[in-house]
């Protein structure tokens, strides 16, 4: 049985899952753009910020660090997103 009354959950619930909806898709068109902003330029980050004698080692290193921020994202919002 559902603890929320029929009047608060047809209108107010519709109107609140549509904004999760849009601010979701949002969120992951924003992520889906960093990606490839970052794989477009990845071969100039690494020349620039990760310069070696061997191209590969560079691009290597600016992937790895991608992933690392990538893998650091949900730490960050376990404990940004604890309130």
Do not use: C, W
């Amino acid at each position: 049985m559902s603890a929320i009354a029929p009047a608060q959950s047809e209108g107010h619930g519709a109107r609140e899952a549509t904004r999760l909806i849009i601010a979701a898709s949002l969120g992951n068109a924003l992520e889906f753009y960093e990606i490839l902003v970052y794989g477009y330029f990845a071969v100039i980050i690494a020349k620039v910020f990760f310069p070696a004698a061997d191209e590969a080692v560079s691009l290597l290193v600016t992937f790895g660090t991608f992933g690392a921020s990538f893998l650091a994202r949900p730490v960050g919002a376990i404990f940004l997103g604890a309130t």
